[in-house]
């Protein structure tokens, strides 16, 4: 063999595993599934990146990748996860994946195309979807659960290998809540009552801002969770454990809740499992647009999806652009602390409070203790100041007493 064979042969496929075929360098691994011996395509034409792109993939073997699964496309990935969440996880939550599912298929649509499979998902596809997601106007933290949601389908189907890579977008440290002054919150619940459009809309503002309850509970309470005669709501699911509680109605939430009874009952929920706010239906049973036949059902055995656009106007309308509805949870959790309500009681009734409303209850608290004081101090003066008052008087009293008696002690004397 001569020398310039001997070169060839070395080129063809080095000590490093690497070998070029059409054009791109290649590798031989052993699929860890079936232990058979497969090659692969490192899709790079320079040799060092060939060489780094077979390092990361036999690193990533190590770990949750399954190379049998890296020709799946991404829409077919990404129903297959949907469909195992549907019994793996809570139909909100579900609910909430399909909606973000929407904006990460179409985007990424959009950058890679419509038969972008798994295999293609790297770094670099990640950073562009981040990058045009901001650009689009959506906010980190919208982007970083969207990011999230992609990490998780890759991992279902074992494609996962950005570990150390993939970063979240940092967010904007947010605030605890907007409170709203005695005078707002008139406006925000009389503008509510002012158009009939607005009936679900006015009664779960009462709600949330009578009982601290969130707005994903309040879409999802049955008829069973409501006791109109012990005038309390009975939550036995919420967002967290500490959200299971039993929540007493004030005299304006208990009515608001006896008008979503009334409304839900005459949409024909009548069983304990229905829901108080029905979901309105976008299809009849032959399939037909209920907007474009003019109407309008709805199913008890279902909870509506919210009431967002009705809030948006109100709030506008109210002059309280950018109000959030979990602002009514805090607006309450502030008007409890303002009265001295202890956290324990708070707690119970709120079900969890996050660090930084519990730390911003426990200034308002604080701040409350430290008004009491100042009063009790007020108190205590002009009640001294009275007890003085009267001590003095009564002093002066007994020793004029002793004087006259002094004085009709004495012997007349005659001249």
């Not at 939550?93 to 293609?120: P, S, Y």
């Not at 907007?178 to 509510?192: G, Q, T, W």
């Not at 279902?302 to 607006?331: I, Q, S, Y």
Request: net charge positive; with cysteine; charged share 30%.
């Amino acid at each position: 063999m001569t020398v310039t064979e001997k070169t060839t042969k070395r080129k063809s496929k080095d000590r490093d595993g690497v070998y070029r075929r059409r054009g791109y360098w290649h590798f031989d691994y052993k699929d860890p599934q079936t232990g058979q011996w497969r090659s692969k395509t490192t899709g790079k034409t320079n040799y060092n990146d060939g060489k780094e792109f077979k390092r990361e993939f036999l690193e990533s073997l190590k770990g949750q990748y399954n190379p049998s699964n890296d020709r799946l496309k991404i829409t077919e990935a990404a129903d297959a996860y949907i469909e195992h969440r549907l019994v793996a996880a809570a139909a909100g939550t579900v609910r909430l994946e399909k909606e973000r599912l929407r904006a990460l298929k179409k985007l990424l649509a959009q950058i890679a195309g419509a038969d972008l499979r798994l295999k293609d998902i790297d770094i670099r596809l990640v950073r562009t979807y981040q990058q045009k997601r901001i650009a689009e106007g959506v906010g980190p933290r919208t982007v970083n659960m969207e990011g999230q949601l992609l990490r998780s389908i890759l991992k279902h189907h074992e494609q996962w290998k950005l570990d150390g890579k993939y970063e979240p977008l940092p967010e904007p440290t947010s605030e605890a809540g907007r409170s709203l002054s005695p005078e707002e919150e008139v406006k925000l619940i009389d503008v509510a009552k002012s158009r009939p459009k607005w009936f679900v809309a006015y009664h779960a503002t009462v709600l949330e801002n009578e009982t601290g309850l969130r707005g994903v509970e309040v879409r999802n309470l049955q008829l069973k969770r409501i006791d109109i005669m012990a005038r309390e709501i009975r939550l036995q699911k919420s967002k967290t454990k500490g959200g299971v509680r039993t929540i007493p109605l004030s005299p304006d939430a208990l009515e608001s809740a006896k008008e979503l009874l009334i409304r839900a009952q005459q949409l024909g929920a009548c069983q304990p499992d229905h829901y108080l706010i029905p979901a309105l239906v976008s299809s009849d049973s032959e399939g037909k647009n209920v907007a474009s036949v003019g109407i309008r059902r709805y199913d008890p055995t279902k909870p509506t999806k919210g009431w967002r656009t009705a809030w948006r106007k109100l709030t506008e309308e109210a002059g309280l652009r950018g109000l959030r509805g979990h602002d009514l949870r805090h607006n309450w959790v502030t008007a409890h602390a303002e009265i001295g309500t202890p956290q324990s009681v708070l707690e119970a009734q709120a079900g969890h409070l996050s660090k930084r409303m519990s730390d911003l209850y426990k200034h308002i608290s604080e701040k409350a203790a430290r008004k009491a004081s100042d009063e009790l101090s007020r108190v205590k003066t002009e009640q001294r100041a009275e007890a003085r008052a009267k001590l003095q008087e009564q002093a002066k009293t007994e020793i004029d007493a002793g004087l006259i008696d002094a004085v009709i002690g004495q012997p007349v004397l005659v001249h």
